[in-house]
């Protein structure tokens, strides 16, 4: 596959430029009757059924300031509480399990792409909000995985007809940024083939038939999300802030561009100008315009935000 050259200069001037719209996109609520199911999906994914009344790609933001105690620990009832009220904003749902209803049946064999490296996991208490959302929709314990390393070798990954993508958010040295789109890179025996040119093409992964049409929702936590790295095993606690938020959509492109944003902020806010990330996350922007795998476009993004408000960056 020929590569599509993507900048890093072009990418963060094309995300500042837009930040302007994606501030007039953002919405606190919405209406119901505002999701329509829609056939018109991009490439590798599922039908997308919580597409707002302008076609825009909906994406959830929530926060609490309760989700992280100390020594960023994970508060396990909070975030059950945070995930169920934005799968519910989503899809414009009273109560959760219904909403879970709209994405998964009985029947589905449901894999959970986690992501765990050691110094930054997705963490058990969001996995398991996940999981149990899972069995509330009528799935089985026994056609439930929970897996990052070694998708490819899981009997019930092999035989999945649903997918849930759920990762924290994480500056990157080959990527850019630890993404939703990234975290696909389990489902292919050779990771590294994927790494060139900061590793653009990505989102073509979505496409292979061990994941394509399969995903039903992807969660980025930015409960303690890494703004700052160095290197390719560089990592210091000190850039890691408890931002107590999840973000939550079916388009990952979406999902993964207002992720990127808060990041850029939090960075501009750290280090007083727009800092460039020491890897292009041009991945993002290449998913959409170049695999149209979803919008990494601002003003083609919904964005509803719930909760704890204060340091909310976008």
Not at 90 to 118: C, H, M
Not at 245 to 260: F, K, M, R, S
Request: charged share 25%.
């Amino acid at each position: 596959m020929k590569k599509t050259r993507f900048s890093r200069r072009d990418f963060l001037k094309a995300a500042v430029a837009a930040a302007p719209m994606a501030g007039a996109a953002g919405c606190c609520c919405i209406g119901k009757g505002g999701a329509v199911k829609t056939e018109d999906t991009p490439a590798g994914q599922a039908t997308i059924t919580s597409i707002s009344r302008g076609g825009k790609s909906r994406v959830v933001l929530v926060r609490d300031a309760q989700a992280v105690g100390e020594g960023r620990r994970h508060n396990g009832p909070v975030i059950q509480a945070m995930l169920d009220e934005a799968v519910m904003a989503l899809f414009d749902e009273p109560n959760p399990v219904a909403a879970w209803k709209r994405i998964l049946k009985s029947e589905d064999v449901v894999g959970i792409k986690t992501n765990v490296w050691n110094y930054l996991p997705t963490g058990f208490e969001l996995e398991q909000a996940v999981r149990q959302r899972v069995l509330d929709a009528g799935v089985s314990a026994g056609r439930i995985s929970v897996l990052d390393r070694g998708v490819l070798d899981d009997p019930v990954f092999k035989e999945a007809t649903a997918l849930i993508n759920v990762r924290p958010a994480r500056v990157h040295y080959w990527a850019g940024l630890g993404s939703c789109i990234k975290n696909y890179i389990m489902f292919v025996p050779k990771p590294s083939e994927y790494h060139g040119d900061a590793c653009a093409d990505l989102a073509s992964i979505w496409s292979l038939p061990v994941v394509k049409g399969k995903t039903r929702l992807n969660i980025l936590s930015m409960l303690t999300p890494q703004f700052h790295n160095v290197g390719p095993r560089g990592f210091s606690p000190s850039y890691l802030w408890n931002y107590g938020g999840l973000l939550v959509g079916e388009d990952p492109v979406a999902v993964d561009t207002i992720g990127y944003r808060i990041i850029q902020a939090r960075r501009r806010q750290e280090f007083g100008e727009d800092k460039p990330l020491e890897t292009s996350a041009h991945h993002i922007e290449l998913a959409d315009t170049h695999h149209h795998l979803g919008n990494a476009d601002p003003a083609k993004i919904e964005l509803i935000k719930r909760g704890w408000q204060e340091g909310m960056l976008i």
